[in-house]
């Protein structure tokens, strides 16, 4: 349940040429014969493959000297494999670079590999799913199936391991003359070409090192545990001590057999991994520890290296999440100073953020929410100076040009519902200038010199488009224009396709609460179920202009009105938007929610009795909560891997709102969605996968027992085998098929001969 404030430059991948592709799919997903006439929009073809969105590739990036944009493209026969794709601007050509699955293995990953992919929110993909440029531009860095191989621009494939152990965490070094890697728990290095051997020690299973522990990669968004020096000279690297965290013991309960873990996971109120920082040369010696401070109960949350090597940045936040620290390292010592400190709001928390650079000359482009935005503000021989204001947010620092002195941004200066690129100077920072179309919302990244920007838009009727641009915003080629024409997969869809339209309601202190709706054909006098989906945690912003995809669609063509409300909590509206949710989980995000529901029930095409409410994870929680609170108001609820107590929940997420268990009791019974349990009257599907990892299975079984016993009826759905994140190609139609055949048995379905509700809808199939 990350809701750090994350760089949008990982979502900003370009797309890759499309392939033609069949005009029209049969209901299972296959193409239709020649002459068939286009189906329904079903669940079953939502998730098959090729993608309804067009190509979805990832990882966009340009190579040192800007002639190669390379990207990890996903295959039209199955979505969810990528190879490595290069496009060499000065041919204007494509070429797959890396073959996954030709050159992979196919084995079994290690349940540390499987862990961390869950954690980066990758687990169901296959083949590559990361890569580095080397630093002169020859070739990149591979991990495939757990071994490293070195993929050279002009064909050559070089493989660097070939062992059972997965290589963790793999790197190039800053200059690229060492490759680095975790395994067992110890870091390994070696010059490329050469042998590799562990630079630090093996002290069991509980004490790792350049690794990231479970809460930095979960909630925090860092996802390694050592960085290099611009120079090779010295490495920094962490080592985790989790011998005092709780163990969970989690039962991976399979169709055909379970597997028992042991996992150290840190609930709110119980000891964190004890985390310490060394720096040390590529070959472990010269190690020395860095000073964090006298109080080990810290969260280390990001490590950089000065431009020039001279210095190591370490950002400390305190457990209660309200201070963060920017120490200053002397990385021969590892003596530090605090640089300077950020401190919450009263009534809030520190947001992390990647929004920040250090620059050549020894200054320091800072995102901040200390006048209750998200805003940028440059650090310079002690002094700040603020870059943004206003009342909107800085979501992305896109890039730098530090020969012009100029910073690219991502907010939503406009509209709140609609993410811009925006560019200003650093001496002139008020003359703030939009460099991307008022029709398209948008994500950026950008290369190291601030030169050029990979930009990705979309908006309600037009899937994801990229391309390359210059400084000015200056389209300078498509790298896929994604055109929705005649061989594009969604195009036989086209006919059904509804529109999106927005509006706002006011919560009960008057702040507005947007929403988005979109209706199948309204037939004058008939009036339509509503499915409501919620996510309603703290973080995430559900509404928005941009392009959702198929599954929305899907849900329409059956003859529902699609509904969504960000409440108060959501992101990107600033801190007294957040703030509301402060020691007060499970309240005044309901009682918005409630706010929306009361508002379609004023609607003349809408059912005011068949309001059925759909959420996942902190959604699920939501879908408890407020039948709890609101018997009788919604027609019945899906509950997906809710958590059900705070505090089976981690350390860092939790807390970060609720403090602990022990310091506000009343805040963790009041926020409980198993206590009322036995207030639920109306229909209630939970949902769960059996080998969950983040929200443990025992957060379902709890409230299960309690409804159990209070003889409360509700429906089930476990998938065994399936982590937090149930989803795959067959899966995903059970799934929103499960979903549907609940609401249909409870009465929620569309008026009696709808035009949207046609018999081929395949309304009743698995």
Do not use: C
């Not at 027992?705 to 476990?718: C, D, G, I, K």
């Amino acid at each position: 349940m990350r809701s750090t404030i994350l760089s949008a430059a990982l979502v900003a991948a370009s797309a890759l040429a499309l392939l033609p592709v069949a005009a029209a799919y049969a209901q299972d997903g296959t193409p239709a014969a020649p002459g068939d006439t286009a189906m329904n929009l079903t669940f079953e073809r939502v998730f098959a493959s090729p993608s309804l969105d067009g190509p979805a590739p990832r990882a966009a990036r340009l190579s040192p000297d800007g002639r190669y944009l390379t990207v990890l493209r996903n295959r039209e026969t199955d979505r969810e494999r990528y190879d490595l794709w290069a496009y060499d601007r000065q041919a204007g050509t494509w070429a797959m670079l890396v073959d996954s699955e030709k050159l992979g293995s196919g084995r079994e990953l290690s349940e540390a590999e499987k862990m961390q992919r869950e954690r980066a929110r990758v687990g169901s993909l296959k083949g590559i799913i990361a890569y580095q440029w080397v630093s002169d531009g020859s070739g990149v860095l591979v991990p495939l199936d757990g071994d490293l191989y070195l993929a050279r621009l002009g064909g050559e494939v070089v493989r660097l391991t070939d062992t059972e152990e997965s290589e963790l965490n793999p790197a190039m070094s800053g200059t690229s003359r060492y490759v680095s890697f975790v395994r067992d728990g110890q870091l390994w290095v070696a010059e490329v070409g050469k042998a590799a051997a562990p630079i630090t020690p093996a002290e069991g299973e509980a004490i790792r090192w350049g690794e990231a522990e479970f809460v930095a990669q979960e909630e925090m968004g860092r996802l390694t545990g050592y960085w290099w020096a611009p120079d090779d000279a010295r490495i920094a690297v962490e080592r985790f001590d989790e011998s005092g965290v709780g163990i969970v013991t989690r039962a991976a309960i399979g169709a055909t057999g379970t597997r028992v873990y042991e996992q150290r996971y840190p609930a709110a109120g119980t000891p964190n991994a004890v985390v310490e920082l060394y720096l040390m040369d590529p070959d472990g010696s010269g190690r020395v520890k860095v000073d964090l401070g006298a109080d080990p109960d810290i969260y280390l949350a990001r490590v950089d290296w000065a431009p020039d090597g001279s210095a190591l940045y370490v950002q400390r936040q305190d457990r209660a999440q309200t201070r963060l620290d920017m120490l200053r390292v002397d990385p021969a010592t590892g003596k530090s100073s605090v640089m300077f400190t950020e401190r919450a709001a009263p009534g809030h928390w520190i947001n992390l953020s990647d929004s920040y650079r250090f620059l050549k000359d020894g200054s320091l482009i800072w995102w901040s929410e200390r006048d209750g935005y998200g805003h940028l503000y440059r650090f310079a021989q002690g002094r700040w100076t603020q870059l943004t204001s206003g009342k909107w947010v800085v979501s992305n620092l896109v890039g730098v040009n530090e020969a012009e002195g100029r910073v690219f941004v991502q907010g939503n200066r406009d509209d709140v519902l609609a993410q811009h690129v925006y560019a200003f100077d650093l001496d002139r920072p008020a003359a703030i200038e939009r460099l991307t179309d008022p029709a398209f919302t948008h994500a950026a990244s950008m290369d190291q010199q601030g030169q050029t920007m990979i930009v990705t838009r979309s908006n309600d009727s037009t899937p994801p488009q990229s391309y390359i641009a210059d400084g000015t915003g200056s389209r300078l080629a498509w790298v896929e224009e994604n055109a929705l024409d005649a061989g594009h997969p969604y195009t036989p869809f086209l006919a059904s396709h509804r529109p999106v339209t927005y509006g706002t309601v006011p919560a009960e202190d008057g702040t507005p609460l947007h929403w988005e709706m979109v209706t199948p054909e309204l037939e004058p006098g008939r009036r339509y179920p509503v499915y409501f989906y919620h996510y309603g945690g703290p973080g995430p912003q559900i509404v928005n202009k941009g392009w959702d995809g198929a599954l929305r669609q899907a849900i329409v063509d059956r003859g529902y009105i699609w509904f969504a409300l960000d409440n108060r909590g959501s992101a990107n509206r600033g801190v007294a938007f957040e703030q509301p949710l402060y020691r007060a989980m499970g309240g005044a995000e309901v009682r918005d929610q409630k706010a929306g529901a009361e508002y379609l029930k004023t609607l003349p095409f809408v059912d005011p009795q068949k309001i059925a409410i759909d959420g996942w994870s902190y959604g699920g929680y939501m879908t408890l909560k407020q039948l709890q609170a609101d018997p009788g108001l919604y027609a019945a609820g899906i509950a997906g891997a809710p958590v059900t107590d705070w505090a089976l929940y981690d350390t860092h997420y939790t807390e970060r709102y609720m403090g602990t268990p022990q310091d506000d009791a009343a805040a963790y019974a009041a926020s409980d969605a198993i206590a009322n349990a036995d207030r639920i009257s109306d229909p209630l599907l939970i949902i769960h996968g059996m080998a969950d990892d983040n929200v443990v299975f025992e957060n379902a079984t709890a409230v299960i027992a309690r409804m159990q016993e209070a003889n409360v009826p509700f429906e089930m759905m476990l998938y065994p085998g399936y982590t937090h994140r149930v989803s795959g190609e067959r899966i995903s139609p059970h799934r929103y098929n499960t979903v549907f055949r609940f609401l249909e048995a409870h009465g929620v379905v569309p008026p009696e001969g709808a035009a949207s509700s046609r018999p081929d809808s395949k309304q009743d199939q698995d």
